[in-house]
Every structure is written in structure tokens, then in C-alpha cells.
């Protein structure tokens, strides 16, 4: 660098012109100059296809030690020139000049640009032969007086000095080559000399000069870039073929850096940065490639959808952290079962897509489920956590489900969401009937969303009778979804619905409201007061506020705490015990009466017995069912009845339907019973009807 800074005075910038009536050189040192035909440029150049303002030189101070120049299309003001400005053979709006560029400002006007240093002799015969001796002197008229009193200095210059004037190509930290039209290197600078110290023994065997003369036919001035790898090394080779001279000239940028920037890029392009797998977009292209092989080979290859389950409570429970950790831990696992040929692929989030290619028959798609499935049976060991992962397929087989990617897509997925519906840590294939249902579940999902807005939802009460009173002491309420088109829609079919959209909130605060209210109103009209109970959904019990909206609501109503029971059952518990215990231990120092739906399906209930602060047990229907069939359920009714006696708690045996149930509830004591021997969920003025004639059957009843 010191060698450059003491010969900076020395160095020249040249811009040489070819033109049908020969050459014109401008030296140039000045901070800016406009070139085009309008007399008042610094440069004016009259030749077809020139605009008024071509193009503009602005001079570019890179450090103390030297300069360059940027050649913009047009002027400073952004007005862009008619045909356009190309450099070595690509259009430009802007760019910052190199020596030995070639400039087209039209097909006949050609320019050079050189940076010459006048202290080296020689080289500069190469590099510009008979280009300078028919240069002509720029027009002063059309400079301005400063740029004037420059060129009468810079014209005392002969062109024969300019031919002696040598390069700066010789200070470049960029290697250049120069061999002639027989192949024999004629030029190697010093860059060159130290980055390729094999070239002169290599000649054209040397990755950078092999295939150069055999396109020497190139015309005049070509320029051809390549990119040459070398080792571990890419280059990228700007040749320029100077035909007049029978010469070849070449650039050698080091890219090596760029290159591996940009693999990185197309990597990080088609990858899933935390797993490493294939992405969507590296599927994407492979899924029609697929396609098109197996249509012409006549085979077959299927889709998997795979799902972990229940990962949103790991990572709730572990942290996010850990969560990846656990996601790359299974894309491991599930990378090792398939082949080579086969291809797995994150999806996003917690599901991945497999695509298992060349099958014979589709029960092979099943055989690596069950595998897959098997595979987690062994526990992950991260950070200290034996964690046991289960997981969903859906698989659909191209070309019987689909023969395009988005229909095979929608069918796996389709397939998956069905397996999910039906218990999960299995697999299932599709079939046409799950793409009805899911279009039937979509509409009426759609429809869901309007359905509170327009009153459509209305409540229905199941009576709960005492046998030894002969009292109905309470009321379930339950929801019914009244649609205009479809009729009465039972609870089962929309309910996983809200859950799923999040409108199972502002529902559950409908029914809590609707409940209490119809209940101050039949106590206005003089029935005896009774009990309502009223379901609470998992995300109901999760919300913070749920003290305040049941107190809200009552107050508002103004029913008192105790002829409300809140009901929940053991899964929704499970959510969050901690918060639940709290949430439900506050209801009740408020006064509302807690009830646990479902007893005796769960896995823990006898513990919850403790935590929670239950007033009644409701024993499942399906113990009921079959009372009269099923020793063992007798023996769990008993067992339910004894404990509930411990615990000063009440129970309600759900789902009686005849006598003889009743009969065998009586004889282990059970007294207070729900089903439709006593009656079917009414409407309001229906129930009205009921308790006022039901002291009037009830000797009937039980007799």
C-alpha cells in the first residue's frame, strides 16, 4: 500500500473512445463529467442513438491512496439515457468502472477505460496496440474553463507517450492473465504470480486457461464470465477477447466467500433451520418430480402426515427449549426408519410429512407406521426427562387417493385429523367418506359463528329426581343448536367445534347466563326452587377471569350462589390441577355447588376426591348401561356409593332408561338419579309443565 501512496501522482484515469471517425481520449481527474451530444457536456459525443445526456462520471474517493470513477446511465437527476449504457456486455443503471472495461454507450460507440501508471513501461503496448494514434482532442469549447486549462496540460502529452505509459495492472491485488491466441501465457501480474504458482508449468492444463482459445473467434472485445473451482476455492474468470491483438485477457475475483454465502442461503432455503430436514419448499419440488416419475414407471408412493401428540403440553410443561430439543430427537428417530430413497420433511411446528416412493402395494405404508409407531415405545432422554412420545399418521397413496400434490396433501391430512378424532398413537389411510365429513364439519363451523349472534342456540333441562323424596331437587342444563336449515343440533356434533374455534368461551357464558336466568324466573313464578347445573368447558376452567363472570352473572340475575352447580370432569381437571383446585375452591366459598361429571372413567379420580372441593359425584352412563349384565359394574357403583359416604358427598347415577336399573340403584342405596326413564332434556316451557304434574306421577314411579 506505502508503494501506491508515494506514485499516486503518477497514476492516470483514461477513457478512449471509438468512433467512425477514429479515437478520442479523455483524461480524467475531475470530480464530475456529463458525456452525451448536447454541446454543453463535458463530453460531447454526436453519433446516432447518443441522448442529449447519455451518461455521467462521478468520481469515487476510496481511500487516501486512490480514486475511481462511477459511470451512471443518464444524468444525476435520474433521467435515463434512450438506448441505455452496458459494461462488459450487462445493461447498467449505475456502476463503479475497473480498468480495462468496455462501455457501449450504442452498437457503434464504443468506450475503454483505463487506469494507466506512466512509471512502467511496456504493458501498455498489450493492452491498448493502435488504439491511441488516431485519438483526437476533446472539444474544449464545450468544457468548462478549469476542466479546459487540464486538457491543454493533459494534450502536451504525445500519443506516443501514451503508448509508453504502463498499468497500474502491475499494483493490482487482483490476479490477471494474458495469453495469445496459441495458448502461451504472454502476461501474468504479480497477484497472479502468487495466487497460481503452478500456471506457467500448468499452461492450459490450468482449470482457469483450459477452454479459452477454443473461443477465440469471439468478436472483438468480448467479455465471457465463468466460474472456476479450484481445490477448495471458487473464482469467478471475467475473459476478454481481444481479436485485433489475437490476445486473451483474464480477471480473477476470489468468490469463495460469496459462494459459500450463498449455498448457505440456498440451504437455509429449502432446510428447517432447527431439525436440519427438508422444508415445504424443498418438498415442494420434489412432490412433482415424484409425480411425474411414478406416473411414467406405473408406481405407486404415499403421503404420511405425522402429528406429535399432545406436544403443546410438553412444551407448556418443559419449555420451549426443551420442547426443540425433543423435535429434533424425534426427526432423528423418524429419519432412521425410511430408506434412502424416501424423504422426510418438516411441516412446521410438531407435524412432519413423509414420503415413501417406489411401493409395491400400499400395506407397505403401513408396515413402516407400525414401525414408526413402535419406535416410541422407548422413551427420548433429554436433559435429565424420560419423556414417551406417541404420535398420529394419516397416509393417503398416489394415484388412488389424488394425483396431484395439494389433493394427496389434503387427503394424508384428512387422514391424519381422522386418527386424531379416533384416539390417537395410531394410523389411518384415507377415504372418500373423511373429505365428506371434514366439508360438512367446515360448513357447519361457518355456520356455528353465526349461530349465537342470531339466537339460534337454545338450553333444554334434564330433571334430577331424589327416589326417596320423590322430589326433583335439580336441573341440567343443556345446550341445543336450533339451525334454520339442518334443525335441532344435538351437542355432540358442534361442541368439539367450538372447542376447537374458540367460541366454546362466549357459548359457555351464554348457557351460564341463559341458566341462571330462566331459573330466577321459574323461582318468580312460584315452582319450587330447584338446582341448575351447568357444564364448564376445559377452556372456561382455564380463563382467569371465571370468578368474576359466574359472580357477575349472578348478581346481575340475582340467583343466589346455591341454586347454581358448576360441573366438570376429570380431563378438563387434568389440564392444570393447580389452577383448577384454586378456581373451584373459590366457587364454592362463594356458595355455588361443584359437581364432577363422568366418575370413574378416569385415571385418578380417587386422588381428586381430596383435591378438589366436590359436592356430588355423577356416575357415568356407562356403568348404568348395563347394570343388570355386569357384576363389575355393580361391584364399581357400590364401591362409588361407599366412598361418596366417606367424603359426605352426594351421588347421581347417570343414563337410567327402565325400571329395573332403578331397582338395582335402590338396592345399593343410590337415591338420586338422571336418564330418560324420568324424562328427556325439555325445553323451559316444558319443564314448567313437568315439575308442576310430576308430584302427580311420582307415586306411579316408584311404586
Not at 504458482?197 to 499452461?203: C, F, S, T, V
Not at 413423509?354 to 413402535?374: G, I
Request: glycine share 6%.
Amino acid at each position: 500500500m506505502l508503494y501506491l501512496t508515494e506514485k499516486k501522482q503518477n497514476i492516470q484515469h483514461i477513457l478512449a473512445f471509438n468512433l467512425t471517425s477514429g479515437e478520442r481520449v479523455f483524461y480524467l481527474d475531475e470530480p464530475q463529467y456529463s458525456i452525451g451530444r448536447y454541446p454543453k457536456n463535458s463530453i460531447v459525443i454526436n453519433a446516432e442513438g447518443i441522448s442529449r445526456q447519455h451518461g455521467t462520471l462521478i468520481k469515487k474517493n476510496k481511500n487516501n491512496d486512490h480514486f475511481s470513477y462511477v459511470l451512471i446511465d443518464g444524468n444525476i437527476e435520474g433521467y435515463k439515457s434512450k438506448n441505455g449504457i452496458v459494461v462488459n456486455g450487462e445493461r447498467i443503471d449505475k456502476s463503479e468502472l475497473k480498468h480495462g472495461d468496455i462501455i457501449h454507450f450504442t452498437k457503434e460507440v464504443t468506450a475503454h477505460y483505463y487506469i494507466l501508471d506512466q512509471e512502467n513501461q511496456g504493458f501498455i503496448q498489450k493492452l491498448t496496440p493502435n488504439r491511441f494514434f488516431k485519438a483526437t482532442s476533446s472539444h474544449l469549447s464545450n468544457l468548462s474553463k478549469e476542466t479546459q486549462l487540464v486538457q491543454r496540460t493533459k494534450k502536451k502529452s504525445t500519443l506516443l507517450e501514451i503508448k509508453n505509459l504502463a498499468s497500474v495492472v502491475e499494483l493490482s491485488p487482483i490476479p490477471i492473465v494474458e495469453i495469445n491466441s496459441e495458448g502461451t501465457i504472454t502476461y501474468l501480474n504479480p497477484s497472479a504470480n502468487f495466487k497460481f504458482p503452478d500456471l506457467e508449468k500448468a499452461q492450459l492444463q490450468h482449470p482457469l486457461l483450459q477452454g479459452l482459445i477454443e473461443k477465440q473467434n469471439y468478436n472483438n472485445g468480448s467479455l465471457v464470465i465463468r466460474e472456476v473451482d479450484i481445490q477448495e476455492q471458487s473464482f469467478e474468470q471475467h475473459i476478454h477477447y481481444l481479436a485485433k491483438e489475437k490476445l486473451i485477457r483474464s480477471y480473477i475475483f476470489d468468490i469463495t466467500q460469496r459462494k459459500k454465502a450463498e449455498n448457505e442461503l440456498k440451504y437455509r432455503a429449502f432446510h428447517d433451520a432447527l431439525t436440519g430436514l427438508p422444508n415445504r419448499t424443498f418438498f415442494d419440488q420434489h412432490i412433482s418430480l415424484m409425480i411425474k416419475n411414478s406416473e411414467r414407471h406405473n408406481q405407486l408412493f404415499a403421503i404420511l402426515f405425522v402429528d406429535i401428540d399432545s406436544f403443546k403440553n410438553i412444551n407448556d410443561t418443559l419449555g420451549h427449549s426443551i420442547g426443540d430439543r425433543i423435535l429434533k430427537c424425534f426427526a432423528q428417530r423418524l429419519t432412521s426408519q425410511v430408506r434412502n430413497s424416501d424423504i422426510v420433511c418438516r411441516w412446521g411446528g410438531d407435524e412432519f410429512v413423509v414420503l415413501l416412493s417406489e411401493l409395491e402395494n400400499p400395506d407397505q405404508a403401513a408396515k413402516f407406521s407400525q414401525r414408526l409407531l413402535q419406535t416410541f415405545e422407548h422413551p427420548l432422554n433429554v436433559e435429565g426427562h424420560q419423556i414417551y412420545l406417541k404420535c398420529s399418521v394419516g397416509i393417503a397413496i398416489y394415484p388412488e387417493d389424488g394425483q396431484e400434490s395439494e389433493i394427496l396433501l389434503k387427503h394424508a391430512d384428512a387422514a391424519l385429523y381422522r386418527t386424531k378424532e379416533s384416539g390417537r398413537n395410531h394410523f389411518q389411510f384415507y377415504n372418500p367418506k373423511m373429505s365428506l365429513e371434514i366439508a360438512e364439519n367446515f360448513a357447519l363451523e361457518n355456520q356455528l359463528h353465526q349461530a349465537i349472534k342470531n339466537g339460534e342456540l337454545i338450553l333444554h333441562y334434564q330433571p334430577q329426581i331424589n327416589i326417596k323424596t320423590g322430589k326433583v331437587y335439580g336441573l341440567e342444563a343443556l345446550i341445543r343448536w336450533k339451525n334454520p336449515k339442518l334443525g335441532l343440533i344435538r351437542p355432540d356434533k358442534f361442541i368439539p367445534l367450538a372447542e376447537k374455534t374458540g367460541l366454546i368461551l362466549p357459548m359457555g357464558e351464554w348457557i351460564l347466563k341463559t341458566a341462571c336466568q330462566q331459573n330466577k324466573k321459574w323461582q318468580k313464578m312460584g315452582l319450587p326452587p330447584v338446582r341448575v347445573a351447568v357444564n364448564l368447558s376445559a377452556q372456561q376452567l382455564q380463563q382467569p377471569n371465571l370468578i368474576e363472570t359466574v359472580e357477575n352473572t349472578l348478581e346481575s340475575v340475582g340467583l343466589e350462589p346455591k341454586w347454581l352447580e358448576l360441573e366438570v370432569t376429570e380431563s378438563i381437571l387434568m389440564e392444570n390441577v393447580t389452577l383448577a383446585s384454586q378456581t373451584l375452591h373459590e366457587l364454592r366459598h362463594m356458595g355455588v355447588y361443584i359437581s364432577m361429571d363422568d366418575f370413574g372413567t378416569g385415571y385418578s379420580s380417587l386422588g381428586y376426591l381430596k383435591k378438589f372441593p366436590f359436592d356430588t359425584l355423577k356416575i357415568d352412563q356407562s356403568f348404568v348401561r348395563e347394570l343388570n349384565q355386569s357384576p363389575e359394574d355393580l361391584s364399581i357403583i357400590s364401591a362409588i356409593m361407599t366412598l361418596s359416604r366417606g367424603f359426605n358427598m352426594r351421588v347421581i347415577a347417570e343414563g337410567v332408561e327402565n325400571q329395573e336399573q332403578l331397582n338395582l340403584l335402590q338396592q345399593l342405596d343410590c337415591e338420586e338419579m338422571q336418564g330418560y326413564f324420568f324424562s328427556h332434556p325439555l325445553s323451559p316451557e316444558e319443564i314448567f309443565n313437568y315439575l308442576i304434574t310430576f308430584n302427580q306421577q311420582k307415586q306411579l314411579i316408584f311404586a
